[in-house]
């Protein structure tokens, strides 16, 4: 009853608003609720240490689902605080606006076309015949990827730590995994432990991929394989699962060549060991935030291989961040097509449209400008001498919301990391999307005057 009045105030209060803002302030507003919680004495363990300040920034990582922290989960939140944070993650990864979809529509109520909105924006659905179909699914897809993967890592950790912590470590990592935040509830050295464990790498890669490839895929997938349904799929699906294979195959080579004989990483370990280490850095270098080797170990060359994947995140519509994969190839067609001096942006017999090369160039420009300027606010405020690429590969990982680390998070100072919770917020909600939210521009009659070509020389 109390959640049905407070989804109804919310929805009240929200109404008169954008997508962009609507998405801006349910983020915000459910940080703060979150600090809030976790700052409670009951959810923290005796030991606990955490300040509010750390509260507050574990809660931005949680709901912006990047997994950078300043206290380890395991040593600051007994079971009432993990269970908070597992729900922190949940609804970082979907997004409030989405459970409150799901309650409209489990009630049987209208939705207002400004959430409806809303809920296209977070996911970039761009269909509204089936919103309802779609917002099922999303559910249905992530709870169940999410207990399969927890009963299978349950087979290794039930039997190392009980039946209830084993169960509740399995759920806890599963969500983690599918929503890409990269938390786990072990300690301060993330999957170092399970480093060449292949059941607890490739069921967490599984989740960190199906997570990544964005909930439009397998909203095409479910609906032309699960139901034999005869037609193709999507351009944009064929376009993700091939992406993904690709850059999954690039990543998992170039860190193994560049790394198989650095001893502070893979060159101890036998062959097999070596490609499994690699191929789950590469999975998790797509926005998850999770590691099974030491980053500050790592060569610059490899460290650049890694913030170049973070920086292409994974596909839209889903819980992964980065720029997104098909907004970078969207750039490369046009580049092409440029060079080559064709009329059009065409790739496998399609026309990309100038609207999608227009909004590709924006978010570009936009998430390229956010990370130089974060880089430089890093740089400034960050203690100590850091060695320059790992400032990069910290900076990468906050906006990217990804969450590795070269150790350096717990060591910036407050003023560092006030920087790295804004660029955590704004790579989850999207440089764009926070932009339009706080500008509300209306455009006069001069900036739809078509006026005479400016005469600039580039190149």
């Known amino acids: 009853m109390l959640f049905k009045l407070f989804v109804k105030k919310l929805e009240r209060a929200l109404g008169g608003l954008s997508p962009a803002r609507r998405i801006f302030l349910s983020f915000a507003l459910v940080i703060l609720l979150g600090s809030l919680l976790l700052s409670l004495p009951f959810v923290q363990v005796p030991s606990s ?50 459970f409150i979809g799901v309650f409209y529509i489990q009630s049987k109520q209208k939705l207002s076309l400004r959430s409806r909105a809303t809920i296209q924006d977070s996911f970039s659905y761009g269909e509204t ?90 909203f095409d997938l479910a609906t032309h394989i699960g139901k034999k ?61 999770f590691g099974t ?10 460290l650049l291989i890694y913030i170049l994947q973070m920086f292409l995140g994974g596909a839209p519509g889903g819980t992964a961040g980065g720029l997104k994969i098909t907004t970078f190839f969207v750039l490369l067609v046009f580049a092409r097509s440029e060079l080559l001096g064709l009329p059009h942006a065409n790739v496998a017999r399609r026309t990309i449209a100038p609207r999608t090369v227009q909004k590709s160039f924006s978010v570009f420009i936009i998430f390229l400008m956010t990370f130089l300027l974060g880089l430089i606010l890093l740089g400034i405020t960050a203690k100590g001498n850091p060695p320059f690429i790992h400032l990069i590969f910290e900076t990468i990982s906050a906006l990217g919301t990804v969450g590795v680390t070269a150790n350096l998070t717990p060591d910036l100072g407050k003023l560092a990391l006030s920087v790295i919770m804004v660029l955590m917020f704004i790579g989850r909600i999207g440089p764009l999307t926070l932009l339009v939210s706080l500008a509300d521009y209306h455009p006069e009659k001069k900036d739809m005057i078509h006026y005479m070509k400016a005469d600039i020389s580039i190149g």
């Open 129 to 218: 015949r089936s919103l309802r179909k779609f917002v099922y699914s999303i559910f249905l897809t992530t709870f169940l990827v999410e207990g399969l993967g927890a009963l299978f890592l349950s087979f290794r950790f039930v039997p190392q730590l009980g039946w209830g912590r084993g169960l509740f470590s399995a759920i806890f990592l599963a969500i983690s995994a599918f929503c890409n935040a990269g938390f786990d509830n072990f300690g301060s050295t993330s999957l170092i432990a399970f480093q060449t464990d292949p059941l607890v790498n490739l069921v967490i890669a599984g989740l960190i991929i199906t997570g990544g490839l964005g909930f439009m895929v397998w």
């Open 49 to 98: 240490r955490a300040t509010y300040f750390d509260h507050l920034f574990t809660t931005v990582s949680m709901v912006c689902v990047t997994g950078l922290f300043t206290q380890p989960v395991a040593s600051t939140y007994n079971i009432w605080g993990q269970l908070i944070c597992m729900f922190l993650i949940q609804i970082g990864g979907l997004g409030l606006m989405t």
């Open 293 to 302: 080797i030491d980053y500050s170990m790592a060569r610059p060359v490899t």
């Open 229 to 289: 349904k005869k037609g193709r799929l999507h351009f944009h699906t064929k376009l993700v699962l091939l992406l993904t294979v690709g850059l999954l195959a690039f990543g998992t080579v170039s860190s193994l060549v560049l790394e198989w004989n650095n001893a502070g990483t893979i060159g101890n370990l036998p062959v097999a060991d070596k490609v499994l280490v690699s191929f789950f850095q590469t999975v998790s270098m797509r926005t998850a935030g």
